[in-house]
């Protein structure tokens, strides 16, 4: 297993706890009434378990177990990898944050979201990009 | 990996992209309001991403490591897996066209129906395929 992979499979794994902790609170907040911040919660939870865990988890395995793309460059770009999980885990990061943090139209956190939105797009097109070569028969 | 998968998976890429940039122009208008009718993406954003790239992927990627049989054909009656393929890209675009154009709701019921007939094909091809390797 490559080390963007063990990087990427680790860190969805943090995610996954992470989304089922933001599950949890979810649901506490309807039993009780905790100082939470509960506009955007759920959305939250939503995008760290689909983004941070499922998503992330197909990238990590995918660029372990896909054809390679050839002898010399096996799994493509690796520093391309790498770029991909720097952006796709800053965007999600930034996105979280920043949707528990809004309180106001147009204040820092809106900013914020805005950025974690090119984040994440460049992250997927940065995985297509290296993806779509290793799509091939032998 | 095999003709069909390589179509599903490019498929999955396709919809994967498409599914961020949907959900990155609703992101954007969240934080800085630029046109009311991005919300109206969301209903699209989810099938492309759930359907488009999660179940796609899936299929393309069970057909290719699934157990093979040791004689040819060695994955067995591929009609299903073909014609699954088929089936969930016409129903995936009828629901997404249905969603973003505001079409009557028979456009996403026949979708939806031709998701499920794709999911149906789909365990017909796996099904035998399921095995260990005592078969």
Sequence with gaps: MPPLTRWLIRTALIYLVLALIAGVLLAARLLWSLPLPTAGLDTVYLHLFMVGWVTQLIFGVAYWMFPTYSREAPRRNPLLGRIVYGLLNAGLVLRAIAELGRTAQGDVWSWLLVLSAVLLWFAAAGFVVNTWGRIRGR | ?135
Aim: hydrophobic content about 55%; cysteine-free; aromatic content about 14%.
């Design chain 2, 1 to 135: 990996m095999p003709p069909l998968s390589i179509w599903f998976v490019r498929s999955a890429l396709v919809h994967l992209m498409l599914g961020f940039t949907f959900g990155a122009l609703m992101l954007g208008n969240k934080g800085a309001p630029f046109d009311a009718r991005m919300w109206q993406l969301r209903p699209a954003h989810m099938e492309l991403l759930l359907v488009g790239w999660l179940i796609q992927l899936a299929m393309g990627v069970a057909f290719w490591i699934a157990p093979r049989w040791w004689e040819p054909p060695r994955r067995g009656n591929v009609t299903g897996a073909y014609a699954a393929f088929g089936l969930l890209n016409g129903g995936l675009w009828l629901v997404i066209l249905g969603s973003l154009f505001r079409l009557p709701p028979g456009w996403t019921f026949v979708g939806r129906v031709l998701e499920a007939a794709a999911a149906g094909a789909f365990l017909w091809h796996l099904w035998p395929r399921i095995v260990g390797r005592e078969g």
